[in-house]
């Protein structure tokens, strides 16, 4: 029998989790499919309703009765699905109480607006026209993370809110350890003649890439019923229940990978969101765990899965259908080869997965800086430029290509929004080395168009337990232990090694 005190619990948790809901419904309208007009409004309806939403789920009651709950906690095993969710309440009540709803309902206003400012902005190439909104996300950042006094690096609160474990110091750790073996991979690769990917960049009308994009996700084991692919400025995923995660995607008729990789990359956060667990439904456990897993499993069903060459045995002759003209006479070998394209470039979303964890570490550490107050928000875009040249070799031409590209300073704060992806390309490989250990007959699969197995592990071994675990539990639990570059490393190696003929 569930403890009264478990079910009145539950009861508020449900209610807060409905508002949070009733915020991402708003976000996502907005970001598809609301009119320029009705920008003001939605900053305060959304302001509204994210003050709500901190209110209720920073009712006092809920600190009673997760007090009252303890005893019932530690009676239970440490994996019961009750003691994980007074444990994951009792941490998210924690932090929550420390921030004042009014805070957040102005930071919902301003992102908003922000969002409204950047989505006009960009295509402008107007960087003046975002700075003061910037400087004030700065200002909103800093206030957010003096609300948990204490902290080594002022990053450390952004950071934790999304990666519950980590902190500026950990992250940069891992991230010199990464750049160190990295660095000489990109160096040889980059002395070896480029591939060609012109059978990538030819006229691909839109209404066939949406087809066969939504093919591969369905193919995938994205559920349509319990789902939709929608357009937008910058991709991504939402999740209002296990039973409704919806992706988004956007076309470029002139370069093929934009959108088909992307909404591989989205199904593959909605696939985590889908197979979590449909009683945590409403419940803190009810979504991924943190943003770096999230990313693991998009990157993983993008880039090792879709960027395969077990993967396009099965699905190049459906392409080529798909568009004969363009791709009837490009052999497999030269489209894998393409779109495996090893390439300094100015666009993150774009960017291969050799140099793709290069731009992450500039964002990462311009956060930092901003957030320590040793760059301002106007010197951002020539800071930014700075760093392409050193790290990557090139300097964007305008700030559309430079710092205004990524939806995530214009739409949250500033920290925390980056150093996922990365984690996320390292947790992916140690994730699918444990996958392929327990089931070798993966890629054979796959080259049928089979993903059901590769499926099934990671739900049972990710997917369903939701929050139930943090990170670091998750991938002990899985890989038998904690974050490890060496598996994310052997992978690229042998990949673009064979690619590119380097050691
Ligand atoms: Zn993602």
């Known amino acids: 029998m569930e403890p009264k005190k478990l079910t009145e619990l539950k009861t508020l948790l449900a209610e807060a989790n409905d508002l949070d809901s009733a915020v991402s419904v708003l976000y996502w309208d907005q970001a598809?499919?609301?009119?320029?007009?009705?920008?003001?409004?939605r900053g305060r309806q959304l302001a509204t309703l994210a003050r709500l939403h901190q209110q209720k789920s920073t009712n006092p009651k809920i600190g009673r009765l997760l007090d009252g709950l303890r005893s019932y906690e530690e009676s239970l095993p440490f994996e019961s699905d009750d003691a994980s969710l007074i444990r994951v309440a009792r941490r998210l009540y924690e932090r929550a109480v420390k921030v004042p709803p009014a805070f957040m309902g102005r930071l919902y206003q301003h992102n908003a607006q922000t969002f409204q400012a950047w989505a006009e902005a960009r295509p402008a190439n107007d960087f003046a026209r975002v700075a003061p909104y910037l400087e004030k996300t700065l200002d909103l950042s800093r206030e957010y993370a003096n609300f948990f006094p204490g902290y080594e690096h002022i990053a450390d609160p952004l950071i934790e809110a999304v990666e519950y474990g980590m902190k500026a110091t950990s992250v940069r750790t891992l991230f010199g350890e990464l750049r160190r073996e990295l660095t000489p991979l990109v160096h040889k690769i980059a002395a070896q003649p480029r591939a060609d990917d012109s059978c990538l960049r030819k006229v691909f009308p839109i209404s066939q890439q949406a087809a066969f994009g939504e093919a591969v996700a369905r193919r995938i084991g994205?559920?349509?019923?319990?789902?939709?692919?929608?357009?937008?400025?910058?991709?991504?995923?939402?999740?209002?229940?296990?039973?409704?995660?919806?992706?988004?995607?956007?076309?470029?008729?002139?370069?093929?990978?934009?959108?088909?990789?992307?909404?591989?990359?989205?199904?593959?956060?909605?696939?985590?969101?889908?197979?979590?667990?449909?009683?945590?439904?409403?419940?803190?456990?009810?979504?991924?765990?943190?943003?770096?897993?999230?990313?693991?499993?998009?990157?993983?069903?993008?880039?090792?899965?879709?960027?395969?060459?077990?993967?396009?045995?099965?699905?190049?002759?459906?392409?080529?259908?798909?568009?004969?003209q363009q791709l009837a006479d490009v052999p497999l070998e030269a489209f894998y080869s393409a779109i495996n394209k090893v390439e300094p470039s100015l666009v993150r979303v774009d960017a291969d997965e050799v140099t793709y964890n290069l731009h992450i570490m500039i964002r990462f550490d311009l956060e930092l800086a901003l957030l320590e107050g040793t760059l301002s928000i106007r010197e951002l875009p020539e800071a930014w430029n700075a760093r392409y040249q050193a790290d990557l070799g090139i300097t964007p031409p305008d700030d559309r290509l430079g710092v205004m590209q990524d939806a995530h300073w214009?739409?949250?704060?500033?920290?925390?929004?980056?150093?996922?992806?990365?984690?996320?390309?390292?947790?992916?490989?140690?994730?699918?080395?444990?996958?392929?250990?327990?089931?070798?007959?993966?890629?054979?699969?796959?080259?049928?168009?089979?993903?059901?197995?590769?499926?099934?592990?990671?739900?049972?071994?990710?997917?369903?337990?939701?929050?139930?675990?943090?990170?670091s539990e998750l991938t002990e639990r899985v890989t038998g232990r904690g974050i490890d570059i060496a598996p994310y490393m052997r992978y690229l190696r042998e990949k673009y090694g064979e690619l590119y003929k380097v050691e």
């Open 32 to 41: 598809t499919f609301m009119p320029p007009g009705g920008g003001n409004a």
């Open 410 to 471: 214009y739409d949250g704060m500033i920290g925390g929004a980056f150093q996922s992806y990365t984690i996320g390309n390292i947790l992916s490989a140690q994730y699918l080395q444990a996958a392929l250990r327990a089931h070798p007959e993966i890629p054979d699969e796959m080259e049928q168009g089979e993903f059901a197995t590769l499926l099934g592990w990671l739900r049972k071994n990710l997917y369903q337990h939701g929050r139930k675990f943090t990170a």
């Open 222 to 324: 994205y559920d349509f019923e319990r789902g939709r692919l929608d357009i937008t400025h910058h991709p991504f995923t939402i999740s209002f229940a296990p039973g409704d995660v919806r992706i988004t995607t956007r076309y470029s008729e002139a370069f093929l990978s934009d959108s088909l990789f992307s909404t591989i990359h989205e199904a593959g956060h909605a696939l985590y969101e889908q197979g979590v667990n449909p009683a945590f439904e409403a419940t803190p456990l009810g979504n991924g765990t943190s943003s770096g897993v999230h990313e693991s499993q998009s990157r993983l069903w993008e880039n090792q899965v879709g960027h395969s060459r077990h993967f396009w045995r099965y699905f190049y002759p459906q392409l080529q259908a798909a568009f004969p």
